[in-house]
């Protein structure tokens, strides 16, 4: 059995009830955990907060479907990680190249925010995820949630490596932990994240894995 993933997971109760309730609403929906989505060897790993309700949650792959999805796919073509600029479907032929996409918490929460007891549940499958990909892996978390998860997988302190916007922190075993402002709707209208400043994530990203 995959430990990195389990499409069957019930651990957390309020969210297997509110995807019972969603499922009702819309039975079209995926309303199930949500599979990491590319190569699980790939140089590049990033690292989302959950599915969205009407995003990854309706079309069952990450950052698919959703208004968050857009930047990130656009971006993610044109540096060269994806064949296409949008994701709308889960078999709409887009491919990752050397790049992964998946979640802290795999399943949708209410109001896009899972409790800290759900984000304790669900990292283990972060953490198996990361001892199976590669060594010299750079990780990019979106938003502080994402990084703080990330951190607990990797059994790194937290006060160690504070989150900022395209941030760099060196983590041990040659692994590299990269920084960004989640592209949320939120923070993409308001100006928080720019689409320059999200091309500048993956800039460095690009010149460090040209490094490796």
Do not use: W
């Amino acid at each position: 059995m995959d430990k990195s993933f389990d499409p069957h997971c019930t651990r957390c109760e309020r969210l297997t009830a509110f995807l019972s309730e969603v499922r009702r609403q819309h039975p079209d929906y995926h309303c199930a955990p949500v599979a990491p989505f590319g190569d699980p060897q790939a140089r590049v790993s990033i690292v989302g907060l959950a599915p969205g309700k009407h995003g990854a949650n309706a079309s069952g792959r990450p950052f698919t479907g959703d208004f968050a999805g857009i930047l990130l796919y656009r971006t993610l073509h044109h540096f060269g990680f994806a064949s296409r600029p949008e994701s709308v479907a889960a078999d709409d032929g887009l491919v990752l190249h050397d790049c992964r996409i998946t979640n802290a918490v795999k399943c949708l929460p209410p109001g896009n925010k899972p409790l800290n007891s759900e984000l304790i549940n669900c990292n283990g499958y972060l953490k198996t995820e990361l001892e199976q990909s590669r060594p010299d892996l750079v990780i990019l978390a979106l938003g502080a949630l994402a990084h703080r998860a990330l951190l607990r997988a990797l059994e790194l302190k937290q006060s160690a490596f504070d989150f900022a916007h395209n941030g760099r922190h060196d983590l041990p075993a040659g692994r590299i932990l990269i920084d960004s402002y989640h592209c949320s709707r939120y923070n993409t209208q308001t100006g928080r994240l720019t689409e320059a400043m999200f091309a500048s994530v993956f800039k460095q990203i690009r010149k460090i894995i040209g490094e490796h």
